[in-house]
């Protein structure tokens, strides 16, 4: 086995669907057989919870990693019974870790040191970013092979995107020359908004083919799921948001080849 690949999937813009694409895609992945490692490094744990892992369960969660040096193995969790699905929790303390990250050397490095020794492991390591550029954004960058962007399309996302984007090419600079854009992902799509298609239109003029061809529609379930500890994939896969997601985990791993 190659050694996984890992993903950051950012924007420091809250409610652009980031953590519901990084739950779905994880869980779209995994339908797909592959060894999927979800890391919460957002302080808000949704990614935990829209699992169905109580934060009062967690002994441990990335946190301690952070801040303890807790081996990173001790910490991880299986929802659901998956058998290819593991996730590095996470909880509100992890709003912490960056003041407390903030006087050692080399802080930028920590996550990644936490997880190289598990690529052997997992075939794609994602990494759900808290909606900010400081630190723990910053680390998940570092530690990642490529950024998976979701945007909402509207005008102001791609104001916000310009921000990101020059996040991303200082880390590449001075932190993590190998880091790459993985694609640009459309979420909260919607037909009959003249704006969604004239943002898309402005993206592809940008970001030509790293904008990715499958969009994610506006869908009642995508909304649903997480109250039931579920991924769209396994509340209702029939839906729109879930057929969605699984197409898109396609696209994802043919551009893999």
Do not use: W
């Not at 890391?39 to 369960?57: E, M």
């Not at 299986?78 to 960056?98: Q, V, Y």
């Amino acid at each position: 086995m190659s050694p996984g690949k890992i993903i950051a999937i950012a924007n420091q813009k809250g409610g652009v669907g980031k953590t519901t694409s990084a739950v779905s895609l994880a869980a779209a992945l995994e339908r797909k057989k592959k060894k999927i490692l979800l890391v919460d490094s957002d302080p808000q744990g949704n990614a935990t919870s829209g699992y169905g892992v109580r934060q009062s369960d967690c002994k441990s969660q990335l946190y301690h990693c952070y801040t303890q040096d807790i081996p990173v193995k001790t910490v991880l969790i299986t929802p659901n019974k998956k058998r290819n699905l593991t996730i590095l929790p996470s909880g509100i303390d992890l709003s912490a870790a960056e003041m407390e990250l903030f006087p050692i050397e080399k802080r930028e490095y920590v996550l990644k040191t936490m997880l190289e020794p598990l690529r052997e492991e997992y075939d794609f390591i994602l990494i759900d970013c808290p909606p900010s550029l400081g630190l723990l954004t910053v680390n998940s960058l570092t530690a990642a092979d490529s950024v998976l962007i979701p945007m909402q399309c509207e005008y102001f996302a791609l104001e916000g995107l310009s921000q990101l984007v020059s996040t991303i090419r200082s880390v590449k600079k001075s932190l993590n020359k190998n880091l790459y854009i993985e694609g640009l992902l459309l979420t909260m799509f919607d037909k009959r908004n003249k704006l969604t298609f004239q943002v898309e239109d402005e993206l592809k003029k940008h970001f030509k083919d790293q904008v990715f061809r499958t969009v994610i529609p506006r869908n009642v379930r995508l909304s649903e799921c997480p109250s039931h500890g579920l991924s769209v994939i396994e509340y209702d896969v029939k839906s729109t948001g879930a057929q969605a997601y699984i197409k898109l985990a396609n696209e994802f791993l043919k551009k893999q080849n």
